[in-house]
């Protein structure tokens, strides 16, 4: 596609639900990003993925927290047990891959556990 | 650590008026790069500019100009003559290690007609 792509745009979940957020990067690009953003508050860093793997994932905040990116495009950030919060807008990003490329987000995935 | 820090949470100005947006950033790495990003209130985030630790020429688009220091390690963002449009949210991004970014917290730009 054009753009990065998130699914769902929104999602209310129960607490202790799991939840799966779809990110499907611009074609060609090889590094994808996780981030979270709260309400007032600048992107965190979640994981990074550079083709398949995941090159530095130090900013998932705990284990409840999984992504992954099997055939090196398509990722899907997995969070177990939601908890309240967790409520945030979940960003994606990708970029071409080569060292200092500009990143280019998605219009992110409102998650809010009830 | 690789920090990004922007001490200004908010900032209102006047339609017209300069404003400076300020940011400055902690690393280790001799080679990095540095952006800034716009989220308006539709909330996705729009890329302005890149630089790398290599280039400290100042840059300007526009009514938008940037100007690199590695020596204060800040890289400003100065809006000339802003306008309504301009008001959002400015984020400070810095690129290391190949490829980790990391963001500041961002300064809420209101311009007031």
């Known amino acids: 596609g054009a753009g990065v792509s998130q699914t769902p745009s929104n999602k209310v979940t129960e607490k202790g639900k799991y939840v799966e957020l779809r990110c499907d990067p611009i074609?060609?690009?090889?590094?994808l990003y996780w981030y979270r953003q709260s309400l007032g508050q600048g992107p965190e860093f979640l994981i990074y993925?550079?083709?398949?793997?995941?090159?530095?994932d130090s900013g998932l905040p705990n284990d409840r927290f999984f992504a992954v990116r099997p055939e090196g495009s398509v990722s899907t950030l997995k969070i177990q047990r939601t908890e309240r919060g967790d409520s945030a807008v979940y960003l994606c990003?990708?970029?071409?891959?080569?060292?200092?490329?500009?990143?280019?987000f998605g219009e992110g995935s409102w998650l809010t556990v009830v | 650590a690789q920090k990004v820090t922007q001490a200004q949470t908010e900032i209102s100005v006047v339609e017209k008026e300069d404003v400076t947006l300020d940011c400055v950033y902690e690393t280790r790495d001799t080679t990095y790069y540095l952006f800034w990003y716009k989220q308006p209130p539709s909330g996705e985030l729009v890329f302005l500019i890149r630089r790398n630790s290599f280039d400290e020429q100042n840059e300007i688009s526009g009514r938008y100009s940037w100007n690199f220091q590695k020596s204060t390690s800040s890289f400003n963002f100065t809006i000339t003559a802003s306008q309504v449009v301009d008001s959002a949210v400015y984020f400070c991004?810095?690129?290391?290690?190949?490829?980790?970014?990391?963001f500041g917290a961002g300064t809420r730009l209101t311009v007031k007609p």
């Open positions: 993925f550079q083709g398949t793997g995941a090159a530095d």
């Open positions: 991004a810095l690129s290391y290690n190949n490829n980790d970014m990391r």
């Open positions: 074609s060609g690009h090889t590094a």
């Open positions: 990003a990708s970029s071409p891959g080569d060292s200092g490329n500009t990143i280019y």
